[in-house]
């Protein structure tokens, strides 16, 4: 039995807070079942990582206007504190796909244009092999909204600026179905610093800032 949360976004065209996001990439490949890391960075500019602060991890797939949680990760990362996470992706969460992306929900900082709202950021999307889930429908016309992906995050062979430039576009409304399909033990590592570059690390939801309120529970 799963427990749904329907929430609502507002996306705004200003950047994140800097938490950015170095693994996964867009031609990382995990395998359900194994563990995986998750690595992130300081990008060097204002709001800081300790702004940031507590932040909750989970993988996802969708758009960028519905999106759907289907593992929680870690429920309380400070992310100015480590720089990795480390975890089992559950192999039965969906199928081999190339459509999953990491999202972290910051605990304490608020969006600077929405402040009712808490600051999100994104990987790039990645694969998952040996996995024995699947999509269903509603996933899947989610997934399928790709003219609206929303993932940020480095690409493999681009520099971290041109990987995480932010899209120009205008606010709109989105929303956001976290299901409880799985849970992690996660593992926490490293100090994460300032490596002292120009705002290159934003990832965020179009590279935009994006916020979210709950309005909605219904258990299935």
């Keep these: 039995m799963f427990t749904s949360f329907v929430v609502s976004l507002v996306l705004a065209a200003s950047a994140l ?4 996001i170095t693994s996964p990439t867009s031609s990382t490949t995990w ?7 998750i690595n992130w960075q300081d990008d060097g500019s204002s709001p800081s990582l300790a702004s940031f602060g507590t932040a909750m ?3 996802y797939v969708g758009n960028a206007n519905q999106q759907t949680s289907l593992q929680l990760i870690s429920s309380n990362v400070s992310v100015a504190n480590v720089s990795s996470l480390t975890f089992t992706p559950s192999p039965t969460i ?7 992306f ?3 929900q910051s605990l304490n900082l608020k969006d600077a ?3 009712q709202y808490p600051a999100l950021a994104f990987s790039a999307k990645f694969s998952l092999t040996g996995m024995s889930g699947t999509f269903n429908s509603s996933l899947q016309a989610e997934i399928d909204g790709q003219s609206t992906a929303p993932i940020g995050g480095p690409t493999s062979g681009l520099s971290a600026a041109t990987a995480a430039a932010p899209a120009a576009t205008t606010a709109a409304a ?5 299901k409880g399909a799985a849970a992690s033990t996660a593992t926490a590592t490293g100090t994460s610093k300032s490596n002292g570059a120009g705002r290159h690390g934003v990832t965020s939801l179009a590279g935009l800032a994006a ?3 709950l309005v909605g529970v219904a258990i299935l």
């Design 113 to 115: 244009s929405n402040p």
């Design 174 to 178: 989105a929303t956001t179905t976290v």
């Design 102 to 104: 990491i999202r972290v």
């Design 31 to 37: 395998t359900g079942g194994q563990q995986a890391t």
């Design 211 to 213: 916020a979210a309120v």
């Design 57 to 59: 991890f989970s993988i």
């Design 94 to 100: 969906g199928p081999d796909s190339n459509e999953y």
């Design 17 to 20: 807070a800097n938490v950015y």
